[in-house]
Each structure stands twice: as C-alpha cells, then as structure tokens.
T-cell receptor, first 113, second 112 residues
Framework: KNQVEQSPQSLIILEGKNCTLQ??????????LRWYKQDTGRGPVSLTI?????NTKSNGRYTATLDADTKQSSLHITASQLSDSASYIC????????????FGTGTRLQVTL | DVKVTQSSRYLVKRTGEKVFLECVQD?????MFWYRQDPGLGLRLIYF???????EKGDIPEGYSVSREKKERFSLILESASTNQTSMYLC???????????FGPGTRLLVL
C-alpha cells in the first residue's frame, strides 16, 4: 500500500532555531516528491519539488533532501521565523496520472518567541 | 502568479441540501482537482478533471459529483449533504499532471 508518513506530528521551537521535518514513503513507482506549507485556514503552497535524480533543493531558508534509495525526505528550516508557523505536508507522486498522489498528514510547526 | 479562488470560505448547510462549491483558476491550467482535508487523514482526492467536460474519480468520490463546463471553472456538487461531509474542501489546478498544484484558500463546510 502506498503510504507517506511524516514525523514528528507536531513541533515547537524558538524563533531563530533550526529544525528538520521527516518524511518516509512507500510509494512505488516514484515520480516526484513535494513539500507544501499550509498556513492555518489556507490552502497549501508549494515549497519544493524533487525528482528521482535530485537529492537537494533549496527555497530560501527551506532546504529539502531526498534519498530515493531509503525512500526518505527531510525539510530543513534555517533560522526559523514566527511566520514559519504552519503545517508542512509531504506529497509523493506516482508515475502516471494526476490521481496518483499520496499525501502525508503533515507536521504542525509552531515557532515561538 | 497563479490564482485559484473558491466561492465561499465558510458554508453551513443542512442535511439533505444540495451544495455547490465553485472553483476558478486564472492561469489556463488543463488540470483541476477537488480534495477534502480532515484532521489526521491528510488531503484526499475526490475528483479531478484533465480537460473541459472530462473528469475522473479520485479516492473518495462517493456522495460527490463534479462539473467542468469551462476550462477555468470546476464545480463540486454534494447531491444530498450529510454530516460526514463536514470538512475542509480544497480546489487545486496545475498545468500538467506532473507539475506543482496550486491550491485555493479552501471552503470550510459544516453540515448540520
């Protein structure tokens, strides 16, 4: 069964600190992996997208890594800001049609003073 | 910037009512999607459309139908709303099936 598991479920960090969110997947055959940020009450917004051959991709203070061999991805946030408080969702795409996306349940990050 | 808009942010309906959720995108995207999002379950695909008048069932189509008469507009219809359809509904669009999906702000539906 295709699954995407994220950890931790929730995380509280102090402003300015770094953090890393994890995503493990069992999706096959793999096409790409995306990280989305979802603010409370809003739709998800894409942060990064990585294909099989890419192992790192950055978007400002956000850096995603992908290990296709171990089927793991991480999202590292550097020098966190209050505006980083959101849910972060890992989404894995199968090869084929658009319907073949598997969503993780997200990590809820809270950045505090 | 891609803009995906949804007709309502919040909606309260009664059991048995017919409910229409509208989604409009302004980037001439071929593909449009309807998801529902529930706590602890992640986003689940209800229906998607890859062209005008074309649709495909997603993972949880039961109790829903869709309509895509124009490229920019994709409607989700709850024929007879039930309390278990209380949820956050998100619309998305993408240029191709492999590219990033752009999401609308969501409609939070409460069925009483």
């Amino acid at each position: 069964k295709n699954q995407v598991e994220q950890s931790p479920q929730s995380l509280i960090i102090l402003e300015g600190k770094n953090c890393t969110l994890q995503c493990n997947y069992t999706v096959s055959p793999f096409s790409n992996l995306r990280w989305y940020k979802q603010d409370t009450g809003r739709g998800p917004v894409s942060l990064t997208i990585m294909t099989f051959s890419e192992n790192t991709k950055s978007n400002g203070r956000y850096t995603a890594t992908l290990d296709a061999d171990t089927k793991q991805s991480s999202l590292h946030i550097t020098a966190s800001q209050l505006s980083d408080s959101a849910s972060y969702i890992c989404v894995v795409s199968h090869t084929g049609t658009a319907s073949k996306l598997t969503f993780g349940t997200g990590t809820r990050l809270q950045v505090t003073l | 910037d891609v803009k995906v808009t949804q007709s309502s942010r919040y909606l309260v309906k009664r059991t048995g009512e017919k409910v229409f959720l509208e989604c409009v995108q302004d980037m001439d995207h071929e593909n449009m999607f309807w998801y529902r999002q529930d706590p602890g379950l992640g986003l689940r695909l209800i229906y998607f459309s890859y062209d005008v008048k074309m649709k495909e069932k997603g993972d949880i189509p039961e109790g829903y139908s869709v309509s895509r008469e124009k490229k920019e507009r994709f409607s989700l219809i709850l024929e007879s709303a039930s309390t278990n359809q209380t949820s956050m509904y998100l619309c998305a669009s993408s240029l191709t099936v492999r590219e990033t999906q752009y999401f609308g702000p969501g409609t939070r539906l409460l069925v009483l």
